[in-house]
């Protein structure tokens, strides 16, 4: 885990318990799932594009009976390749009905929060917080994962090149 101090929306964040942070995972998910109503049915990898807004990439990395691991993140051209982020590595708990940021790389790489111990409450609580509010943003701005056909894209785990 590397962590500068680099501000990115949510660095005020003081956990408040362990139950607290299973509510946010809650609402997670259900931000999550009217962004993506049925995860079923993505392969692996979809856009989705709203006209004058940052195009918004989804890639599923893995799948079980009761989770789905994927990635979430815009994509930015760099002289290098393509940079993803925010870049976030989230988990779907299907049967709890929650959604966890399980790392994630923010603030054009300044903050890298991987392989979180069990007990990093708050960097758990920043990064969730930070999902939270981004989702909120982006159904706002109209994205969603529905009824999309999905499109070929390059794989984005761990990181940022495309």
Sequence with gaps: MRQNNAAYGCEDVTPRGF???MDLYENNYIRLR???PDVNKIDSAII???PEHLDLYLNIIERSKFTTTLYLSYCFPTE???????NLKIRIYHDAQLAEVMAGHLHHGRLVLDDLPADAL??????N???NKWLGYCL???HSFAAIAPVP????QQGNKA
Aim: aromatic share 10%; charged share 30%; proline share 3%.
């Design 19 to 21: 139950v607290s942070l």
């Design 48 to 50: 989705s594009r709203v």
């Design 80 to 86: 290098h390749g393509l940079k993803m982020e925010p």
């Design 122 to 127: 708050k960097e758990k609580w920043q990064l």
């Design 129 to 131: 917080r930070f999902l």
């Design 34 to 36: 009217k962004l993506l």
């Design 153 to 156: 894209i390059v794989n984005f």
């Design 140 to 142: 706002k701005q109209g």
